[in-house]
């Protein structure tokens, strides 16, 4: 039973962080029988008006005067329904986000969109 218990604490401990978020997501989930809600266009609905929540934060105010605990809040719906999402379709998170990263520095190298609001085809 011991190595049992050493075994599970040294795979936690190997686990990055996204993993974890994710177990803990999917634990959440199935103790509540979620599961059944939570299909690919749903999880889309769903991002979708937790980031209208999350601009309400910005509504009417200086990004300055936004009250970082709501947008804390709201962010935390985004990635959680976002984290979710991934996990559903099999998608690895740091590949997905890693492969966007590289993409979109072919898109906008920096000697034409450093210090530039301009799309990638107004170049």
């Known amino acids: 039973m011991m190595f049992f218990v050493i075994f599970v604490y040294l795979n936690f ?44 934060a910005f509504l009417w105010k200086s990004p300055e005067d936004a009250k970082v605990e709501k947008v804390r809040e709201e962010l935390a719906d985004v990635l959680n329904f976002a984290f979710q999402m991934a996990d559903r379709y099999g998608l690895n998170i740091k590949e997905i986000m890693l492969a966007k990263i590289r993409k979109n520095a072919e898109k906008y190298p920096v000697d034409k969109a450093k210090g530039s609001a301009k799309k990638y085809n107004e170049f």
Do not use: C, P, T, Y
């Open 13 to 56: 401990k190997r686990m990055n962080d996204i993993d974890a978020i994710q177990a803990e997501l999917r634990k959440f989930n199935q103790e509540r029988d979620w599961d059944q809600f939570h299909n690919g266009k749903d999880l889309a609905v769903a991002i979708s008006i937790e980031a209208g929540e999350l601009l309400e």
